[in-house]
């Protein structure tokens, strides 16, 4: 898919430059939006730079996304790599954020159908894990937070800095508003 890579950075970039800052915290690239043909509110927390994240000439990034609708709500994280080589992100129990010691082990997809190669020939891949609202509440109240993503080939482990827990708060706080909806 040439110019995927393209797409996801513009989209990034036009999140930042849109969202605006939170009061009192960071610049956060989180995107809110109502799809009319689903009759769906959805928010995105896009890419954020992982601690630690340039491995083997490569970038982790970590997100959250967020979708109401009459089926209900629904949250999650998603992990991308772009690299040099295939991180083969694993299926399963494959992410794993750790809250002040405390073990929120979530399953993933996988990255199997979610691999493209950048316009550059980089390696692009995207896994999703689902969470629960009591599991972002638990990482957004700790003070320290490790994260693992496990993947084949590449296993990456980094802290949570205070701009990223900062940018998990602001997007918990966008959530709360659209997770009532999926209640009614």
């Known amino acids: 898919m040439k110019g995927v890579w393209r797409g996801v950075f513009l989209g990034a970039v036009l999140c930042l430059v849109g969202s605006g800052a939170f009061a009192g915290g960071p610049l956060c690239p989180i995107r809110k939006w109502k799809d009319p043909l689903q009759d769906a509110q959805c928010v995105v927390l896009d890419s954020l730079i992982l ?3 340039a491995v083997q000439n490569g ?3 970590l997100g959250a996304s967020a979708t109401s609708d009459r089926r209900g709500f629904k949250l999650g994280f998603f992990a991308q790599w772009v690299g040099p080589t295939w991180a083969f992100l694993s299926p399963g129990k494959a992410m794993t954020f750790i ?5 929120i082990v979530l ?3 996988g990255s199997d159908g979610r691999r493209n190669i950048t ?3 980089e390696a692009f891949e995207t896994t999703f894990c689902e969470a629960s609202p009591e599991d972002l509440d638990r990482i957004t ?3 320290r937070v490790l994260i693992e993503i496990k993947g084949e080939v590449l296993t990456q482990r980094a802290r949570l800095d205070p701009a990223d827990l900062s940018c998990l708060l602001a997007f918990q706080d966008v959530t709360r508003g659209i997770a009532a ?3 009614k």
């Open 51 to 53: 601690s630690g994240g």
């Open 59 to 61: 970038i982790w990034y």
């Open 99 to 103: 809250a002040d010691g405390d073990k």
């Open 107 to 109: 399953t993933c997809t």
């Open 119 to 121: 316009d550059t020939g």
């Open 141 to 143: 109240s700790a003070r």
């Open 181 to 183: 909806v999926g209640m």
